[in-house]
């Protein structure tokens, strides 16, 4: 990403005029690439007539195949406003095995407590800001994120409170004409109850990608790629991404 910023199939002009003071049916979703912003999308689209996609780069392991599944995601669901952005700073700042080449990736540990390596400090209030901006400037009137709390890994600003004190952060540093909701419809959902959402809505899960640390084919071993195979034996069904590891004989 290079630190840029890019607005697609949107003129920056028009964007930077339309403030929209009135309720609207056109939501922002925060599409990462994983199979949880997957069905957030699916979900938004079935309450929303138009959706703007925003994928946020920080500088992480798989960014690339991230950004190729946020592409491909906004392909499937017909999307044609995208921003794309890159926060790399947060690289810089480290602290994380998802942005720090010197933090190992540690492997899924069923009975670990704490907060693991793979958390980006506050990331996702640094997603919901620029959610938030866009958000005010194209006359959005919510702005979905497919964070999960239960059944996760743990991470601070995955938590309901967080959400319940960022939307009055919102309401309190916008516009006073401003109505901008934050909508976290997953979660308070199992990964394999989310997985079980995704079918009944069609999701494309061939089309997301969860590994912390590898881009073709998933490690299988993080904490992500153990909680997303989980859900899928949960659900009864194959995850249809590829793995480096016979899958069928790894149980989590």
């Not at 309901?160 to 916008?174: H, L, N, R, S």
Request: proline letters at 6%; charged letters at 20%; glycine letters at 6%.
């Amino acid at each position: 990403m290079g630190g840029s910023n890019e607005v697609m199939d949107q003129p920056i002009a028009e964007i930077a005029s339309s403030f929209i003071p009135h309720p609207s049916s056109l939501a922002i979703c925060l599409v990462s690439g994983g199979m949880d912003s997957c069905v957030t999308a699916a979900i938004a689209q079935e309450e929303n007539d138009e959706l703007a996609f925003l994928h946020v780069s920080y500088g992480q392991r798989t960014e690339q195949r991230e950004r190729r599944c946020f592409e491909d995601l906004a392909d499937h669901f017909q999307v044609s406003r995208r921003l794309a952005v890159s926060i790399e700073h947060l690289s810089r700042i480290g602290g994380s095995s998802l942005t720090d080449r010197e933090i190992s990736v540690i492997p899924f540990k069923p009975d670990s407590t704490g907060i693991p390596s793979s958390y980006v400090p506050f990331r996702n209030a640094h997603l919901l800001a620029i959610a938030t901006s866009w958000a005010e400037v194209i006359g959005a009137g919510a702005i979905y994120i497919g964070a999960v709390a239960d059944d996760s890994s743990g991470y601070p600003d995955c938590r309901p409170a967080f959400y319940d004190a960022f939307q009055k952060v919102v309401e309190i540093g916008t516009r006073p004409e401003t109505d901008i909701e934050i909508r976290t419809p997953v979660i308070a959902l199992k990964k394999s109850e989310i997985v079980q959402r995704g079918l009944s809505l069609h999701a494309p899960f061939a089309l997301t990608w969860s590994c912390y640390q590898e881009s073709e084919r998933a490690c299988g071993n993080c904490d992500s790629c153990a909680l997303r195979l989980r859900a899928f034996l949960e659900a009864g069904v194959s995850d249809p991404i590829p793995y480096a590891l016979d899958t069928s004989r790894v149980a989590y």
